[in-house]
T-cell receptor, first 113, second 115 residues
Framework: KAGVTQTPRYLIKTRGQQVTLSCSPI?????VSWYQQTPGQGLQFLFE???????NKGNFPGRFSGRQFSNSRSEMNVSTLELGDSALYLC????????????FGQGTRLTVV | AQSVTQLGSHVSVSEGALVLLRCNYS??????LFWYVQYPNQGLQLLLK??????LVKGINGFEAEFKKSETSFHLTKPSAHMSDAAEYFC?????????????FGTGTRLQVTL
C-alpha cells in the first residue's frame, strides 16, 4: 500500500511570497496532521484535519493555514513568507483511533530567501 | 498538558555496544508513547509504540522500550549497535482522551555509532 506522499520535495521561495504544500495520506486514513521541523524549535505541531474539519491547531500565526478535501488529501498554505519559515514540513496520516501510529511523508523542504 | 523530555541531544556508542536513549514524559492521564527514527532528509519512521498493553514493547531493527509508570519513562534500548543505526531518534506522546490526537515530540537524540 502506498505511503504518505508529499509534494513538492523541495521548494525555494522569496520573502513575501506564498506557498502551498500538498499531502496525500495513506488510503483509508482520514486524519492528516502537519508539523514544522527546524533545528532551533524541533518538531512543532501545526494543525490536524479530520473529515475536512480542522480538529486541532498549534501555536502558529494565521499566515499558516490548511484544508482537507473529501478524498482526505490535504494542503497547507503559508502566506507572506518570512525567512524563519524555512523548515522541513512534514505531513502525517493516521486512522482515527488514538492508539494508532502516525505515518509520515518524506517532507517538503522549504527555503525562503 | 503533555510533554516529553529526551535527555542527551547527542549519544555516541561503539558498534556492538548497548544503545540507551532516554525519554521521560509528563501527562495527566496514561499516555500513548512512540519512538520514531529519522534519517537525513527523510521523514519519520515508527520504531515502536506503547498503547497500554505490554509494558515491554519490541519494535523494528532490534529496538525495544519499557514503559515505567513509576518513573514516567519510556527509554529506548538496543543490545548491540550497528552502523546503520546512526540517525536521530524522537520520543513522542499522545494523550488518549478526547480529540487530542496531536503528537508532542521531544527535542530528539542524535545517535552516532563508531567503529
Amino acid at each position: 500500500k502506498a505511503g504518505v506522499t508529499q509534494t513538492p520535495r523541495y521548494l525555494i521561495k522569496t520573502r513575501g511570497q506564498q506557498v502551498t504544500l500538498s499531502c496525500s495520506p495513506i488510503s483509508g486514513h482520514r486524519s492528516v496532521s502537519w508539523y514544522q521541523q527546524t533545528p532551533g524549535q524541533g518538531l512543532q505541531f501545526l494543525f490536524e484535519y479530520f473529515s475536512e474539519t480542522q480538529r486541532n491547531k498549534g501555536n502558529f500565526p494565521g499566515r499558516f493555514s490548511g484544508r482537507q478535501f473529501s478524498n482526505s488529501r490535504s494542503e497547507m498554505n503559508v502566506s507572506t513568507l518570512e525567512l524563519g519559515d524555512s523548515a522541513l514540513y512534514l505531513c502525517a496520516s493516521s486512522l482515527v483511533e488514538l492508539n494508532t501510529e502516525a505515518f509520515f511523508g518524506q517532507g517538503t523542504r522549504l527555503t525562503v530567501v | 498538558a503533555q510533554s516529553v523530555t529526551q535527555l542527551g541531544s547527542h549519544v555516541s556508542v561503539s558498534e556492538g555496544a548497548l544503545v540507551l536513549l532516554r525519554c521521560n514524559y509528563s501527562s495527566s492521564v496514561p499516555p500513548y508513547l512512540f519512538w520514531y527514527v529519522q534519517y537525513p532528509n527523510q521523514g519519520l519512521q515508527l520504531l515502536l509504540k506503547y498503547t497500554s498493553a505490554a509494558t515491554l514493547v519490541k519494535g523494528i531493527n532490534g529496538f525495544e522500550a519499557e514503559f515505567k509508570k513509576s518513573e514516567t519513562s519510556f527509554h529506548l534500548t538496543k543490545p548491540s549497535a550497528h552502523m546503520s543505526d546512526a540517525a536521530e531518534y524522537f520520543c513522542a506522546v499522545r494523550m488518549n482522551t478526547g480529540t487530542a490526537s496531536k503528537l508532542t515530540f521531544g527535542t530528539g537524540t542524535r545517535l552516532q555509532v563508531t567503529l
